[in-house]
């Protein structure tokens, strides 16, 4: 059975791809990073648990302090916005951007696949995120791809970045995960630590506008 690597931080998006990894016929090794976000211990947690629901052959966890205080999203002094209202053609970096964030975890990724023998390196990059986040882009994804050709060993066949989600927004994504039987109950969006999703961060917004205009059922707790 071929190999896939996902790099999954517990949310909607990579959970999807996860179980896509799975559906596609990979044995899964799952990817997580802690890099200082304020929902590091949730997310982790999360992970494991969708580890067990998908039957991933591993979890591997990679300890990183480069990004802390670096951003909203890693800095316990700064502020997460809340109830922001979710502007779909906003093209402007919101301050929980985290610089060169998945240029890090991807590159991490692929080492971790070339050592496995992987084939395939699959994230939650999606065209929602990618108004705001360059590095979710279909540019990105493409270029890193041509990158990886001459970034491994000269006897390996280079993993590739598998990015379902590329084109899509919440809504689809919705479907998308309820028509591939995704365990969206178990994933986590919010920003923040808790038990319940805050429901007022732009990821816990876009999440409850992705159920709602989806059509489908949100199983999210809320507080």
């Known amino acids: 059975m071929s190999r896939a690597v996902c790099l999954c931080s517990g949310g909607l998006d990579s959970t999807i791809a996860a179980t896509m990894a799975v559906r596609d016929g990979h044995e899964?090794?799952?990817?997580?990073?802690?890099?200082g976000q304020k929902a590091e211990k949730k997310e982790l947690e999360v992970v494991n648990l969708l580890a067990e629901e998908l039957s991933a052959r591993d979890v591997t966890v990679v300890d990183l302090d480069l990004f802390r205080d670096l951003s909203a999203l890693t800095s316990p002094r700064a502020p997460i916005p809340m109830d922001e209202e979710v502007d779909l053609d906003a093209m402007s970096t919101p301050p929980t951007w985290v610089q060169c964030r998945n240029l890090v975890f991807v590159s991490l990724a692929a080492a971790f696949a070339e050592h496995l023998g992987a084939e395939k390196i699959y994230v939650g990059f999606n065209a929602e995120e990618a108004q705001s986040?360059?590095?979710n882009r279909p540019e990105f994804v493409e270029r890193f791809n041509l990158l990886l050709e001459k970034s491994v060993a000269s006897?390996?066949?280079?993993p590739r970045i598998e990015a379902p989600l590329l084109h899509l927004f919440k809504p689809a994504i919705v479907r998308l995960g309820m028509e591939v039987q995704a365990p969206l109950a178990l994933s986590w969006s919010c920003y923040h630590q808790g038990e319940k999703h805050c429901g007022r961060c732009e990821s816990c917004q876009h999440r409850r506008r992705g159920f709602r205009e989806a059509?489908?059922?949100?199983?999210?707790?809320?507080?």
């Open 155 to 158: 006897f390996s066949r280079p």
């Open 133 to 135: 986040y360059p590095d």
């Open 28 to 35: 899964l090794y799952m990817f997580h990073v802690n890099y």
């Open 215 to 223: 059509g489908v059922v949100d199983p999210t707790e809320y507080l």
